[in-house]
């Protein structure tokens, strides 16, 4: 047993849907989230700046003596985790391995599509671990760098949101996939409007909840889990102002978090 908490860290908010899923799948665990606000968005960044802010990310989250980090950004997990996996004596999973698995689990017709960010869609990374798993499946990918702002403004079933689903997505009907993976961790919070557009035929992957489930499998594997079972803490931190924060991560967590959210200075890592 380890009552150390959890690590979580995102380029900003979207991290949030991920803490959801595993407080809902591991309420005795303790967490900390680092949100990096000021540095956001992650996606379109280079390589060599992606390295530097996530081994920062990770510092800062070290410091809090975490048992384990999970990269809630797709863009983090797909570009700059691959290099860092021997950097750090601590197991620290990202989004798309467990992603992967979850979208061929659910696949009848072995064509996959893929939805994220310009730099998670550019660095084939979904592609490439899917195929590694299974070498005959499609993989079809789609940027949408429209998603984030709309979640982050509040359209989440609106009008706009519809049309530009219908905008994204059109490839995505064509292509012929059943199953689609959310690769944003703003993304899920859109699944409402994407099913609308997809229709029943499509089965969405929430990123979150893969990850959620695979993290609850490591901490029994490597037995490391929390012997709480309830009463897990969960402590937020963001490198810019908190207002925000605190406003937005209560519609990603569906719940209040004002006054439970502090600054730090990210550039000390």
Known sequence: ?????????????????????LREMLPGEDIVYFGDTQRVPYGGRSKQTLLKYVTQDIRFLLSHDVKMIVAA???ASAVALPH???????????VLEEA???????TKCGKIGVI??????K?????NVIQSISPETQVYSKACPLFVPLVENGHLDSEVAHLVAEEYLEDVQDSGADALIMGCTHYPLLRNTIADVLGDGV??????????????????EMDIASDKQTGGSCRYFVSDEVDNFEALGGLFLQSKIEGMVSKID????
Do not use: H
């Open 1 to 21: 047993m380890d009552n150390r908490p959890i690590g979580v860290f995102d380029s900003g908010l979207g991290g949030l849907t991920v803490v959801k899923k």
């Open 84 to 94: 860092l996996t021997d950097t750090f004596d601590l197991p620290v999973l990202g």
């Open 266 to 269: 990210i550039d000390k890592y």
């Open 116 to 121: 994220a960010t310009s730099a998670t869609v």
């Open 203 to 220: 089965s969405l992957i929430d990123v979150g909840e893969a990850m959620a489930k695979r993290v609850k499998g490591l901490l029994s």
């Open 123 to 127: 660095s084939d990374a979904y592609k």
């Open 100 to 106: 992967a698995k979850s979208a061929l689990s659910k």
């Open 73 to 75: 950004c797709g863009t």
